[in-house]
């Protein structure tokens, strides 16, 4: 007992802590994860198997963790370490496409091929944003089209807020359609043995209808906004201030063949038996080896705080799985939802969403899957059925708020830096309804497609 209720109170300190935003948050995570091991498994329990299994270094000695021929199996508790290494990977793969230039060449590129029109910029954006985020990280994709989109604002003469706050959306949107969109979903596929193809015939079939939904509603609510703020045609000296220029067309093309080479690998990762820890280091190992020179200055820049914050986040939640706590949370979901599969879906898409909003998303999914295991379990309802629930609801709940997510707080410090600030009445006026929208959507698509 003495066990549990510190858990739950380190928990709950952390959660605080986060929010509060007064500590970096690694720092909150790695101290709290060094609470558990000391003071809940070491004085409490004294278990020391349970700060072994929690710290899970036997994983990665393990073949099945780099390859699995058959099944994927579901992860261990504890330290996830299969999607802490995607994560690096990734970083250090867009970093490298950064340094060549990718991401403004492809902003610029899509501007001129709609003749720098601003309302098919503002369409084509929204599209963009969704797809890269599909598969890299929502923040990097938002920080660089968020800086083109002012960029282009003051050449155009339109106000860039309606087009930033749409793009925030669709890349949050369009990283649930993937496992390799949002860090929610990398946690969820890492820990519950699910393929890329799982996500996009999944959570990609809902985020795919509400896309279409958003892109009709954004266009709706902003079309005047956009309009109102004029825009003018491009003259040739703007073209050419905004032109870009590839400097190196080798690294360029080598750059963008290692991105097609981890898109390709992830869709088929379920046929190969290679595993997202794998490919991602693979994908890292390939930009650094093609890069040399930059080897240093790319490493450098890989946000390695980001990955502590997963592994003290991880040692959290295992404190909470091995003293039974989680156990507790999913037969009290289980009692609320009356054991009605419809109830229980409503429950988790709608809890994950309004939690998220406020929340930071990722230890919220992170503590929220052995409780759908429990609740699979106990109610006899398909694992994947809760997992997508959960997926959709974590990952479109953090656009409803600026806080709500990390794009959100890279839009909108790259728009205020710029001299647009953007408040919390007119993101919210926008943005909570498309969240709600989202979430209705998904809600009854999972009524009518798994009940």
Same mark, same amino acid.
């Given at each position: ?76 508790? #504890? =330290?996830?370490?299969?999607? +802490? $290494?995607?994560? *690096? ?5 867009? /970093?490298?496409?950064?340094?060549? %230039? ?8 899509i501007a001129k091929m709609v003749h720098f029109q601003v309302i098919p910029i503002f369409i084509t954006f929204m599209l963009m944003s969704a797809v890269l985020a599909m598969f890299i990280d929502s923040i990097t994709v938002i920080l660089f089209l968020a800086a ?59 985020? #795919? =209808?509400?896309?279409?939904? +958003? $892109?009709?509603? *954004? ?5 005047? /906004?956009?309009?109102?703020?004029? %825009? ?105 939802? #009356? ?113």
């Amino acid at each position: 007992m003495t066990a549990q209720i510190l858990a739950v109170s380190i928990f709950i300190a952390m959660f605080i802590l986060i929010i509060s935003e007064k500590i970096e948050r690694h720092l909150v995570t790695m101290g709290s994860g060094a609470a558990v091991l000391i003071l809940v498994f070491g004085l409490c329990m004294k278990d020391m198997e349970a700060i072994w299994r929690t710290l899970n270094f036997k994983s990665l000695a393990t073949l099945n963790f780099w390859y699995q021929a058959g099944e994927a199996s579901e992860s261990s508790s #504890g =330290i996830n370490w299969a999607t +802490i $290494l995607f994560i *690096f990977g990734m970083m250090v793969m867009v /970093e490298g496409m950064a340094r060549v %230039g990718f991401f403004r060449w492809l902003c610029m590129k899509i501007a001129k091929m709609v003749h720098f029109q601003v309302i098919p910029i503002f369409i084509t954006f929204m599209l963009m944003s969704a797809v890269l985020a599909m598969f890299i990280d929502s923040i990097t994709v938002i920080l660089f089209l968020a800086a083109v989109t002012v960029e282009l604002a003051q050449f155009l003469k339109f106000d860039p807020i309606p087009m930033i706050l749409s793009e925030i959306f669709c890349a949050n949107l369009g990283g649930s359609a993937t496992m390799c969109g949002d860090p929610p979903n990398i946690i969820i596929g890492t820990s519950l043995g699910f393929s890329f193809f799982d996500f996009i015939m999944n959570t990609g079939v809902m985020a #795919g =209808i509400s896309l279409v939904v +958003i $892109l009709v509603y *954004f266009y709706i609510v902003f079309r005047k /906004e956009l309009k109102v703020s004029g %825009g003018r045609k491009m003259t040739e000296t703007d073209m050419a201030k905004l032109h870009v220029e590839i400097k190196n067309k080798k690294e360029f093309l080598t750059s963008c063949g290692i991105f097609l080479l981890a898109v390709v690998l992830l869709i088929t990762h379920a046929m190969t038996g290679l595993t997202v820890a794998f490919i991602g280091m693979l994908v890292a190992v390939l930009t650094v080896a093609t890069a040399p020179k930059y080897a240093k200055e790319i490493l450098g820049k890989v946000d390695y705080k980001t990955l502590l914050f997963f592994t003290g986040l991880f040692v959290v939640v295992g404190g909470l799985e091995e003293t039974g706590i989680l156990n507790v949370a999913a037969q009290i979901i289980g009692k609320l939802s #009356g054991n009605n599969n419809m109830v229980m879906i409503a429950i988790i898409i709608w809890l994950s969403a309004i939690a998220s909003a406020f929340v930071d998303n990722i230890p919220f999914a992170a503590t929220m899957i052995p409780i759908i295991k429990s609740l699979s379990v106990s109610n006899h309802i398909a694992l994947p059925v809760l997992a997508w629930a959960l997926s959709m609801g974590t990952d479109i709940g953090g656009s409803a708020t600026p806080i709500g997510a990390s794009a959100n707080v890279v839009g909108i410090s790259v728009a205020s830096r710029e001299g647009y600030p953007i408040g919390w009445g007119r993101y919210c006026a926008k943005m909570v309804p498309a969240t709600i929208i989202v979430c209705v959507i998904s809600t009854v698509y999972m009524f009518v497609h798994y009940l």
